[in-house]
């Protein structure tokens, strides 16, 4: 499709386990964010793109989360040694430009539910 | 991003028009209104987005009066479907892209 795509959708593993969620952005959106929300929380941003630079990495909540944008297209968010309190879903959206640009609006993936146990 | 105040709930029936209001005294200059959708168990989904006066698309409208103060977004004719919460965000532009919602607008659409 012409959305921003996610995978996996679900994910359940074991606390201290690492994983590795994908995002795949709308084609030629050159600016790609991550956010995180909680069970009946709001957003909160984790990460920002622009290309393949990180800009602004200053939500990611600790050393144990990172991300990385290849080809300007698709980005991964790694979470090493989970915990419990990683467990919610992990949202990915897309602008055609970045930050700089006032009308551009961010279109979202259906997320990526992760469980802790 | 600008303060927004809209309405926690609405209830509505099939085949009526939903308008949501949403206030936002303090918004700037160069700020633009975007509305999104977010049903259960999805990511939010972009509805409209205005500067001023109206605009239309297969979804929805947007009425922004002079002052810019405040926004409607209206749905025509909704369906079952059409039940859930949405979002009104005042300046998405520079350093405004780490969005934040609020509690938005839970609408209900009954038979």
């Known amino acids: 499709g012409a959305g921003v795509s996610q995978s996996p959708s679900n994910k359940v593993t074991e606390k201290g386990k690492d994983v590795e969620l994908r995002c795949d952005p709308i084609s030629g959106h050159t600016a790609l964010y991550w956010y995180r929300q909680r069970l009946g929380q709001g957003l909160e941003f984790l990460i920002y793109f622009q290309g393949n630079s990180a800009p602004d990495k200053s939500g990611l909540p600790s050393d144990r989360f990172s991300a990385e944008r290849t080809g300007e297209s698709v980005s991964t968010l790694t979470i090493q040694r989970t915990q419990q309190e990683d467990s919610a879903v992990y949202l990915c959206?897309?602008?055609?430009?970045?930050?700089?640009?006032?009308?551009?609006?961010?279109?979202f993936g259906d997320g990526t539910r992760l469980s802790i146990l | 991003l600008a303060k927004t105040t809209q309405p926690i709930s609405m209830d509505s029936y099939e085949g009526q028009e939903v308008n949501i209001t949403c206030s936002h005294n303090?918004?700037?200059?160069?700020?633009?209104i975007t509305w999104y959708q977010q049903f259960p168990s999805q990511g939010p989904r972009f509805i409209i987005q205005?500067?001023?006066t109206k605009v239309t698309n297969e979804v929805a409208s947007l009425f922004i009066p002079a002052d810019r103060k405040s926004s409607t977004l209206s749905l025509p004719r909704v369906s079952l479907s059409d039940t859930a919460v949405y979002y009104c965000l005042v300046g998405v532009g520079l350093n405004d892209y780490k969005l934040s919602f609020g509690a938005g607008t839970t609408v209900t659409v009954r038979a």
């Open positions: 205005g500067y001023k």
């Open positions: 959206a897309s602008s055609l430009t970045g930050a700089a640009a006032n009308n551009q609006p961010q279109h």
């Open positions: 303090n918004i700037a200059t160069n700020d633009y």
